[in-house]
């Protein structure tokens, strides 16, 4: 690609951009001394800090000014959607109206430990939304979410992220880590704020931003200077001829590759289909035979593009290591960290991390067992044995009556001790329930033994929960159990938990002088004030315990995590290969650091903001390699003015190419046929080509054409998370999606695409209701979830369909160019093309190509593949009369049997072999014993065994079948087994029941199951040969 006529030399460049800020744009502080964690006053400031936009016209003026305009950027695109959502609450009060932000009511437990940091155990008391509980695997209320929390005054904020979220949809417990110095109150109920704007990426990116200078910054000739003169790698002493076969290259694809062998600074543009993976692949694999500069990093934006990207280099070399989430792809799984270290066998770094690791998981166990101690007591379902809670010396004989386990439960239910036959039954029976001596499980106790009483008065059959309280109850008359459930179930656990959670402690000094001498002349609720006096302090001892337990934690895990870490640089170094996410790499920055990759390739290097490709790279870096495509998706950006007029979004690999830096181009598509590829060329790539093979496609089974624009004017409406929907599109698509199922596809081979995520969730919830049992297998995404994979067969929604023609995300036209690339055989849209192009040029271009391709209409054909008749449908009860994926006529074929199909048109197995086969009987006589008895079977099946008798007595005194000789000739052979004989026969079981067997049965060594008394013995009876009737 040709560069830009001219441009300034960078010196003289920085200078001019220099002249044209003011004076207070020039004084920019240093990154180093901000902060990272966003504080109260920019979440409510009134409007948006002093920041600069990204220069993509031209050079920075100086490093300096990149870092502090890349810092801020990606902090105000993380705070500015929080802000603005906070002021409209406080202006508001809307909560339904937030895009980005949730409510949730919390208390916390305990305080907790994440390795160095400082954490609080957090509990959800209000109801999760159902829509966060169906996504089980959403990025919300994930390890790395910001949450904010405040009691009464919003403005009194305290921020915090998630540190582990695993239980959160179970049990609703999380831990989150604050500030060192903050501290949190156990009686207080908060409101917890969760912003669903990932921070871990922002927050590991930043912290790399923050600790760069010119020592480490990497490639600042290219990246800040803009330097258009690319050098050769350092390490390459001459220009490359590479050692690979160029045949297997498109002129194109040669170019670009032997561009990145002797570039340091490489771009390589791939649009759909024209196999950047592939060539990425070949470049790396050529870097490793030709050159000894290892280790070589991997990056990716997605952990699906690094494992596919990995497993193609296994071929070639297995010093290959993966670093960051656990891989899904079985291959690369083993490539993992956590494997390979498992797989070393180094007894020194064995021993020692064990050793460090003990004392660390003896630690956290610690600090895991108190913590659950304290998490039981929170929950105001137990009580704690007063034997072992702080009681003051000063107190009498009687209270020590209160440590017997019997009688301190006694006086938490009771108003009087010893109240007669069916208070101690009550006792005696909660005793053996109650397994646990210390913590009393009372709530659940009574309620189980409520139960149990029940289930005893109406002889209800059921494993008991404790067998000596089911027998117990078994010895009393009907007449006592009735008397015993009305005594227990006027014991009222929901006002015994209202004493635990709503009655304030009470101090032994406001005791009555008889209450002090006799506990039990106190009343009920001033019991439980007393019990909860005592239950204070040994929680207060308890949360000592827990201090002790966290400083020990800290401490085994800084010596953990120093023995440890340069375990990972030691593994780096041992390898050829390494891979990571971007995030990972800026996480892991310090070991990057250390062990110095001097080569670095990055794919989906357009999809990635720029200062999270800046993160993976070191200073040491000699050899770059960016591979992507601008014209796709821009990176993610949170802010939409930050993204646009400030214009973050904007990648290194965009910026690069709009100034003139040398990019290669692949320009041949294997992915699209011809009929799908031509929406995009030559309207966004001009100068790509199809390749043969995309021409030899087969048509899609059971539609007329392979592409195809439903036009319709079914209006859209909002869906509940600040999206669009269009319920009629779903329906349809789901029919559509059931049809082409019907027709032979398997699930995978379908992929339904909406551009927005509130459709996604309407297509996720009416799927569930499909009858067809592949429905639930296809996968639903979004397009921005979509770029960089395909399938055979794409469904795409666009949702759009208003009375103001507005089209929103629809006319981007590097989403547009993802939507329409991703099918290989058949591409169908619905939409309204009317809306679509009075509002863009590019959808304008489109339609003049749908159009002179007969690719758009208010129907779509659809074409029976028995009688190639053509059905037109616009609705889902179109499909109504296609229930088999065919057509409305008999299928009528003639099978091989020389029978036709009696059955509906159907798509499906059109050859009859598998599903639609002959079910008519066999005219078939195969017995050359007895010709002229007919085959039973159906006519598509083997003919069965003749099952004719033969005039010879059996052992068992049963006649012998035909099928239990053998046959010389034409004549009755010789009887191939006396002792397998299949009439069926009574037999007597040793408890006098009767069952039916086959004859045949080795009698002595069989259990049979009795049904009649099986309810009663729980168990099988054996018989033998004598019991034979």
């Given at each position: 690609?040709?560069?830009?006529?001219?441009?300034?030399?960078?010196?003289?460049?920085?200078?001019?951009?220099?002249?044209?800020?003011?004076?207070?744009?020039?004084?920019?502080?240093?990154?180093?001394?901000?902060?990272?964690?966003?504080?109260?006053?920019?979440?409510?400031?009134?409007?948006?800090?002093?920041?600069?936009?990204?220069?993509?016209?031209?050079?920075?003026?100086?490093?300096?000014?990149?870092?502090?305009?890349?810092?801020?950027?990606?902090?105000?695109?993380?705070?500015?959607?929080?802000?603005?959502?906070?002021?409209?609450?406080?202006?508001?009060?809307?909560?339904?109206?937030?895009?980005?932000?949730?409510?949730?009511?919390?208390?916390?437990?305990?305080?907790?430990?994440?390795?160095?940091?400082?954490?609080?155990?957090?509990?959800?008391?209000?109801?999760?939304?159902?829509?966060?509980?169906?996504?089980?695997?959403?990025?919300?209320?994930?390890?790395?979410?910001?949450?904010?929390?405040?009691?009464?005054?919003?403005?009194?904020?305290?921020?915090?992220?998630?540190?582990?979220?695993?239980?959160?949809?179970?049990?609703?417990?999380?831990?989150?880590?604050?500030?060192?110095?903050?501290?949190?109150?156990?009686?207080?109920?908060?409101?917890?704020?969760?912003?669903?704007?990932?921070?871990?990426?922002?927050?590991?990116?930043?912290?790399?931003?923050?600790g760069m200078s010119r020592d480490t910054f990497p490639m600042e000739r290219y990246v800040v200077e803009l330097n258009l003169s690319v050098n050769r790698p350092s390490y390459r002493k001459r220009i490359s001829t590479s050692t690979s076969d160029l045949s297997t290259f498109n002129k194109s694809q040669s170019d670009a590759f032997l561009n990145a062998l002797n570039k340091e600074f490489v771009l390589i543009q791939g649009p759909p289909g024209t196999g950047k993976t592939f060539l990425g692949l070949e470049i790396v694999k050529n870097l490793l035979k030709t050159?000894?500069?290892?280790?070589?990093?991997?990056?990716?934006?997605?952990?699906?593009?690094?494992?596919?990207?990995?497993?193609?280099?296994?071929?070639?070399?297995?010093?290959?290591?993966?670093?960051?989430?656990?891989?899904?792809?079985?291959?690369?799984?083993?490539?993992?960290?956590?494997?390979?270290?498992?797989?070393?066998?180094?007894?020194?770094?064995?021993?020692?991390?064990?050793?460090?690791?003990?004392?660390?998981?003896?630690?956290?166990?610690?600090?895991?067992?108190?913590?659950?101690?304290?998490?039981?007591?929170?929950?105001?379902?137990?009580?704690?044995?007063?034997?072992?809670?702080?009681?003051?010396?000063?107190?009498?004989?009687?209270?020590?009556?209160?440590?017997?386990?019997?009688?301190?439960?006694?006086?938490?239910?009771?108003?009087?001790?010893?109240?007669?036959?069916?208070?101690?039954?009550?006792?005696?029976?909660?005793?053996?329930?109650?397994?646990?001596?210390?913590?009393?499980?009372?709530?659940?106790?009574?309620?189980?033994?409520?139960?149990?009483?029940?289930?005893?008065?109406?002889?209800?059959?059921?494993?008991?929960?404790?067998?000596?309280?089911?027998?117990?109850?078994?010895?009393?008359?009907?007449?006592?159990?009735?008397?015993?459930?009305?005594?227990?179930?006027?014991?009222?656990?929901?006002?015994?938990?209202?004493?635990?959670?709503?009655?304030?402690?009470?101090?032994?000094?406001?005791?009555?002088?008889?209450?002090?001498?006799?506990?039990?002349?106190?009343?009920?609720?001033?019991?439980?004030?007393?019990?909860?006096?005592?239950?204070?302090?040994?929680?207060?001892?308890?949360?000592?315990?827990?201090?002790?337990?966290?400083?020990?934690?800290?401490?085994?895990?800084?010596?953990?995590?120093?023995?440890?870490?340069?375990?990972?640089?030691?593994?780096?170094?041992?390898?050829?290969?390494?891979?990571?996410?971007?995030?990972?790499?800026?996480?892991?920055?310090?070991?990057?650091?250390?062990?110095?990759?001097?080569?670095?390739?990055?794919?989906?290097?357009?999809?990635?903001?720029?200062?999270?490709?800046?993160?993976?790279?070191?200073?040491?870096?000699?050899?770059?390699?960016?591979?992507?495509?601008?014209?796709?998706?821009?990176?993610?950006?949170?802010?939409?003015?930050?993204?646009?007029?400030?214009?973050?979004?904007?990648?290194?690999?965009?910026?690069?190419?709009?100034?003139?830096?040398?990019?290669?181009?692949?320009?041949?598509?294997?992915?699209?046929?011809?009929?799908?590829?031509?929406?995009?060329?030559?309207?966004?790539?001009?100068?790509?080509?199809?390749?043969?093979?995309?021409?030899?496609?087969?048509?899609?089974?059971?539609?007329?054409?392979?592409?195809?624009?439903?036009?319709?004017?079914?209006?859209?409406?909002?869906?509940?998370?600040?999206?669009?929907?269009?319920?009629?599109?779903?329906?349809?698509?789901?029919?559509?999606?059931?049809?082409?199922?019907?027709?032979?596809?398997?699930?995978?081979?379908?992929?339904?695409?909406?551009?927005?995520?509130?459709?996604?969730?309407?297509?996720?919830?009416?799927?569930?209701?499909?009858?067809?049992?592949?429905?639930?297998?296809?996968?639903?995404?979004?397009?921005?979830?979509?770029?960089?994979?395909?399938?055979?067969?794409?469904?795409?929604?666009?949702?759009?369909?208003?009375?103001?023609?507005?089209?929103?995300?629809?006319?981007?036209?590097?989403?547009?160019?993802?939507?329409?690339?991703?099918?290989?055989?058949?591409?169908?849209?619905?939409?309204?093309?009317?809306?679509?192009?009075?509002?863009?040029?590019?959808?304008?271009?489109?339609?003049?190509?749908?159009?002179?391709?007969?690719?758009?209409?208010?129907?779509?054909?659809?074409?029976?593949?028995?009688?190639?008749?053509?059905?037109?449908?616009?609705?889902?009860?179109?499909?109504?009369?296609?229930?088999?994926?065919?057509?409305?006529?008999?299928?009528?074929?003639?099978?091989?049997?020389?029978?036709?199909?009696?059955?509906?048109?159907?798509?499906?197995?059109?050859?009859?072999?598998?599903?639609?086969?002959?079910?008519?009987?066999?005219?078939?006589?195969?017995?050359?014993?007895?010709?002229?008895?007919?085959?039973?079977?159906?006519?598509?099946?083997?003919?069965?065994?003749?099952?004719?008798?033969?005039?010879?007595?059996?052992?068992?005194?049963?006649?012998?079948?035909?099928?239990?000789?053998?046959?010389?000739?034409?004549?009755?052979?010789?009887?191939?087994?006396?002792?397998?004989?299949?009439?069926?026969?009574?037999?007597?079981?040793?408890?006098?029941?009767?069952?039916?067997?086959?004859?045949?049965?080795?009698?002595?060594?069989?259990?049979?199951?009795?049904?009649?008394?099986?309810?009663?013995?729980?168990?099988?009876?054996?018989?033998?040969?004598?019991?034979?009737?």
């Amino acid at each position: 690609m040709a560069g830009r006529p001219a441009i300034l030399p960078s010196l003289l460049a920085r200078q001019l951009a220099d002249l044209s800020l003011s004076d207070d744009e020039t004084e920019l502080p240093l990154v180093k001394d901000e902060v990272i964690y966003p504080t109260t006053a920019e979440i409510f400031a009134e409007k948006r800090p002093k920041i600069l936009p990204n220069i993509v016209d031209g050079p920075y003026p100086s490093l300096e000014k990149y870092l502090k305009i890349q810092y801020d950027l990606l902090r105000e695109d993380f705070i500015g959607p929080l802000r603005s959502d906070l002021t409209n609450f406080e202006k508001y009060g809307n909560k339904n109206a937030l895009q980005n932000i949730k409510f949730h009511k919390v208390v916390f437990l305990r305080k907790g430990a994440k390795h160095e940091k400082s954490c609080y155990y957090a509990h959800i008391v209000s109801q999760l939304d159902q829509n966060l509980r169906a996504t089980g695997g959403s990025k919300r209320l994930i390890p790395g979410s910001f949450v904010l929390f405040y009691y009464e005054n919003l403005r009194d904020v305290v921020c915090g992220k998630i540190e582990d979220s695993e239980n959160i949809f179970k049990y609703k417990r999380f831990l989150v880590s604050l500030h060192p110095d903050t501290v949190m109150d156990f009686d207080r109920t908060y409101t917890m704020i969760e912003y669903t704007v990932f921070f871990e990426p922002y927050h590991c990116a930043l912290k790399v931003l923050k600790g760069m200078s010119r020592d480490t910054f990497p490639m600042e000739r290219y990246v800040v200077e803009l330097n258009l003169s690319v050098n050769r790698p350092s390490y390459r002493k001459r220009i490359s001829t590479s050692t690979s076969d160029l045949s297997t290259f498109n002129k194109s694809q040669s170019d670009a590759f032997l561009n990145a062998l002797n570039k340091e600074f490489v771009l390589i543009q791939g649009p759909p289909g024209t196999g950047k993976t592939f060539l990425g692949l070949e470049i790396v694999k050529n870097l490793l035979k030709t050159t000894s500069e290892y280790p070589l990093l991997v990056v990716t934006y997605k952990n699906h593009a690094l494992d596919q990207f990995l497993e193609g280099l296994l071929d070639d070399t297995k010093d290959i290591i993966r670093f960051g989430a656990q891989s899904k792809n079985p291959k690369v799984s083993k490539l993992t960290a956590k494997h390979q270290r498992n797989e070393q066998n180094d007894e020194f770094r064995n021993r020692t991390i064990d050793s460090c690791y003990g004392k660390y998981a003896d630690a956290e166990t610690r600090l895991k067992q108190i913590g659950s101690h304290l998490e039981i007591i929170n929950t105001g379902e137990v009580v704690i044995q007063i034997s072992i809670l702080p009681l003051p010396v000063s107190l009498g004989a009687n209270w020590n009556q209160l440590k017997n386990y019997t009688t301190n439960i006694e006086w938490l239910l009771f108003k009087t001790k010893d109240g007669g036959d069916l208070q101690r039954e009550t006792l005696s029976l909660i005793h053996p329930i109650m397994k646990n001596k210390t913590i009393l499980l009372f709530m659940s106790t009574i309620r189980t033994l409520q139960r149990e009483i029940n289930d005893a008065i109406n002889d209800v059959e059921v494993n008991p929960t404790s067998i000596r309280t089911r027998t117990k109850l078994g010895e009393f008359s009907d007449e006592k159990l009735e008397k015993l459930k009305t005594f227990v179930d006027n014991i009222d656990t929901g006002k015994l938990k209202g004493y635990m959670s709503t009655l304030p402690p009470l101090h032994i000094n406001q005791l009555t002088a008889d209450e002090y001498e006799d506990p039990f002349k106190m009343p009920l609720p001033k019991r439980w004030q007393i019990y909860k006096t005592f239950l204070k302090g040994h929680v207060d001892k308890l949360h000592v315990k827990i201090d002790s337990a966290i400083a020990d934690y800290k401490k085994a895990y800084m010596r953990f995590d120093s023995v440890s870490s340069p375990d990972n640089i030691r593994l780096m170094k041992k390898m050829k290969v390494i891979g990571m996410t971007t995030t990972c790499a800026a996480r892991m920055r310090d070991s990057l650091e250390s062990v110095k990759f001097p080569i670095v390739v990055i794919e989906e290097a357009a999809e990635v903001l720029e200062s999270h490709v800046i993160s993976a790279v070191t200073k040491d870096c000699k050899h770059l390699i960016l591979i992507g495509d601008h014209k796709q998706l821009r990176p993610a950006v949170a802010d939409f003015e930050v993204e646009t007029k400030y214009r973050l979004g904007v990648s290194l690999f965009e910026r690069m190419v709009a100034n003139g830096v040398e990019c290669h181009t692949l320009d041949v598509q294997h992915r699209m046929r011809p009929e799908i590829s031509s929406l995009i060329v030559p309207y966004i790539y001009p100068t790509l080509k199809d390749h043969e093979s995309v021409k030899k496609y087969p048509d899609v089974r059971g539609v007329a054409g392979n592409m195809f624009f439903l036009h319709h004017e079914q209006p859209e409406s909002n869906s509940g998370e600040c999206s669009k929907e269009n319920k009629h599109e779903a329906d349809f698509l789901l029919k559509f999606a059931e049809y082409l199922l019907q027709n032979g596809y398997k699930p995978e081979e379908i992929t339904i695409l909406s551009a927005y995520l509130g459709q996604v969730t309407t297509l996720h919830r009416k799927r569930r209701s499909c009858s067809h049992p592949g429905m639930q297998q296809i996968p639903i995404k979004s397009v921005d979830d979509y770029q960089g994979e395909e399938n055979k067969i794409i469904l795409l929604s666009l949702v759009r369909n208003n009375e103001e023609s507005k089209i929103g995300f629809l006319s981007n036209e590097k989403r547009v160019c993802v939507a329409l690339s991703r099918a290989r055989e058949g591409l169908y849209i619905m939409g309204n093309i009317k809306h679509l192009t009075s509002r863009s040029r590019l959808w304008k271009d489109i339609e003049h190509t749908l159009i002179s391709q007969n690719d758009v209409g208010p129907k779509i054909s659809l074409k029976c593949q028995l009688h190639n008749r053509i059905t037109h449908v616009d609705s889902c009860k179109d499909f109504g009369h296609l229930e088999q994926g065919g057509c409305r006529r008999k299928c009528m074929k003639e099978l091989d049997c020389g029978h036709v199909c009696p059955q509906q048109c159907h798509g499906r197995d059109i050859g009859h072999i598998a599903e639609y086969f002959c079910r008519e009987k066999c005219e078939r006589y195969p017995c050359r014993a007895h010709p002229k008895v007919r085959c039973t079977s159906l006519c598509s099946m083997e003919c069965a065994r003749c099952e004719a008798s033969i005039d010879h007595k059996l052992t068992c005194g049963h006649l012998a079948k035909c099928y239990m000789f053998t046959l010389d000739e034409d004549r009755i052979g010789s009887l191939k087994d006396d002792s397998h004989c299949e009439e069926v026969v009574d037999m007597k079981l040793n408890c006098n029941h009767n069952t039916i067997l086959k004859c045949y049965l080795k009698f002595d060594s069989l259990e049979k199951k009795c049904h009649e008394c099986t309810n009663k013995t729980k168990k099988h009876v054996r018989f033998t040969k004598n019991t034979r009737l």
